[in-house]
């Protein structure tokens, strides 16, 4: 119905157009035709009414799709310049490309992660080794360093100190009454066999290789000669030692029987210098 | 002119109203669909607007119409695995493109007819 009432309007409108023109025709013609004028403008504004109410009708609904379509495209624009700038203007397609794409560097990048991962672990396991290797060995080397006289030590034992003799007893010649060589060596074994763990003579450290022997009126020790008086220094247990030295019919009682002022401290914080000579061996050669 | 200012308030309406509504970005592909139905439907009124067949019922029927037979097109695809909305795209560009051409063609007949209706006055004169 509305169609064709829709199609009636629109030849209607045409037909004005046509009375409209005629009348402009007519117009131009002489003015005797006056009443037929006015009758012909009443119908044109009748139908002009008419007209008007269809075309507001017809404008309100074109107006309604019109809202329709504007609202929808502003909505989009809104939409679509809201988004990020990465998703904008990508169709889904193409993003899930995109995702696909960062998921396989994704992947990429966390094996290359796992790797590094094992070989940090790796590095970690062998340092932890390593460091545990090189302990021992420090602990064994600084042991042996001790051991062979090549640290500075401190620790408890005794001081002795060895005068010669001022006065020589009646009975005996000048000779009997200094320090020998063989004096300090008897007492140096007399330590080691008390238990000294490190003894020196004089600031010379006693080693595997010290030679304790008279060259004239001084003793040679570690190529260093020295003189009276004696300071021997010892490290150990205190009171053994001193016990072992100070014991009847001992060494010191029988040096102070020829005369030699002999003095046994016990010193609870005794240091004794590193041996600092040359320790390299020549000749011998270490079996594997 | 009355006609004009009602569709022009009826727009300025909508434009505002629009501006203010976010769509969430899944659904910008079925807007965009019917968009183009939108728009086809307005050149399709234009042309048989010069062709003075213009119908508003057609009109209004097609305009929506075609926006939601668009916008189910997408959904059908979306769940087919199958871009199906392009068939509509194509449609709806291709007959855009008809209607505009129809449009062009009425308008240039009118501007030759009324220009060999100004030499024929002039010939009169």
């Known amino acids: ?288 | 002119m009355i006609g004009t200012l009602i569709v022009i308030v009826f727009v300025i309406i909508g434009y505002v109203l629009g501006s203010d509504i976010v769509v969430p970005y899944a659904f910008t592909e079925y807007i965009a669909v019917a968009i183009l139905a939108f728009l086809d439907s307005l050149f399709g009124a234009a042309a048989a607007n010069s062709q003075k067949k213009f119908s508003i019922v057609i009109f209004i029927t097609g305009f929506f119409g075609n926006a939601i037979i668009a916008i189910f097109l997408v959904y059908l695809g979306q769940k087919l695995n199958m871009d199906i909305y392009l068939a509509a795209v194509i449609v709806f560009s291709s007959r855009l493109f008809n209607n505009f051409s129809i449009v062009r063609r009425s308008i240039i007949e009118d501007i030759e007819n009324k220009r060999k209706e100004k030499k024929k006055t002039k010939i009169v004169k």
């Open chain 1, 1 to 288: 119905m509305a169609k064709k009432s829709e199609k009636t309007s629109t030849e209607k409108s045409t037909k004005t157009t046509k009375v409209t023109k005629k009348i402009d025709v007519t117009s131009i013609e002489p003015i005797d035709k006056d009443a037929k004028k006015e009758e012909v403008v009443q119908t044109k504004s009748q139908e002009k009414v008419r007209i008007d109410a269809k075309k507001i009708r017809t404008y309100i609904l074109l107006g309604i799709a019109a809202f329709a379509f504007t609202l929808i495209i502003s909505a989009q624009l809104n939409t679509v310049s809201n988004t990020d700038i990465i998703a904008e203007g990508m169709r889904e397609a193409e993003l899930l490309s995109e995702l696909a794409k960062y998921k396989e560097q994704l992947e990429n990048l966390q094996e290359d992660y796992e790797d590094s991962k094992e070989i940090v672990e790796e590095y970690k396991s062998n340092a932890s080794t390593n460091d545990a290797l090189i302990a021992s060995m420090t602990a064994e080397l600084n042991a042996a360093s001790a051991l062979a006289g090549l640290v500075n030590l401190k620790g408890e034992g005794v001081v002795i100190t060895l005068y010669d003799s001022t006065t020589t007893a009646s009975d005996l010649s000048i000779e009997a009454g200094l320090v020998h060589d063989t004096d300090l060596v008897a007492m140096v074994t007399e330590l080691k066999a008390a238990g000294a763990e490190a003894i020196s003579i004089n600031g010379q450290r006693i080693i595997a290789t010290t030679p304790i022997r008279c060259v004239g009126p001084t003793i040679q020790i570690n190529s260093v000669k020295v003189a009276a008086p004696y300071y021997i220094k010892a490290i150990g247990n205190a009171q053994y030692l001193e016990s072992a030295l100070n014991i009847r019919g001992g060494i010191v009682s029988s040096l102070r029987s020829y005369g030699i002022t002999i003095e046994v401290t016990r010193q609870s914080d005794i240091e004794i210098e590193k041996y600092d000579g040359s320790y390299k061996l020549r000749v011998a050669q270490v079996v594997k």
